[in-house]
Nanobody
Framework: VQVVGSGGGLVQPGGSLRLSCAASGFAVSTYVMSWYRQAPGKERELVATIGILGGRTNYADSVKGRFTMFRDSAKNTVDLQMNSLKPEDTAVYYC??????WGQGTQVTVSS
């Protein structure tokens, strides 16, 4: 059972990135899936969550209107589309499966 996050990188302010979380050993459609992030010197915070039935999403106030979380059941992935990125979005982003499994984290750096 594994979750593997990918897609991070360096982007200029106002740019976009798409993170992907690939799951193995379980179906992403059967658990609540989330993205968290942790900036240097700060606590890990919840960024976005997608539910099971209907795929309802919830977002932190700081990313509402800019980030969108998707689930692709065929690929068994959950993605986070991040637009209009700001320097304060710089962090390590982690995928989390609701039964208690963390991905390894992927670095997102927003800087000019």
């Amino acid at each position: 059972v594994q979750v593997v996050g990918s897609g991070g990188g360096l982007v200029q302010p106002g740019g976009s990135l798409r993170l992907s979380c690939a799951a193995s050993g379980f179906a992403v459609s059967t658990y609540v899936m989330s993205w968290y992030r942790q900036a240097p010197g700060k606590e890990r915070e919840l960024v976005a969550t997608i539910g099971i039935l209907g795929g309802r999403t919830n977002y932190a106030d700081s990313v509402k209107g800019r980030f969108t979380m998707f689930r692709d059941s065929a690929k068994n992935t959950v993605d986070l589309q991040m637009n209009s990125l700001k320097p304060e979005d710089t962090a390590v982003y982690y995928c989390y499966a609701g039964f208690g499994r963390w991905g390894q984290g992927t670095q997102v750096t927003v800087s000019s």
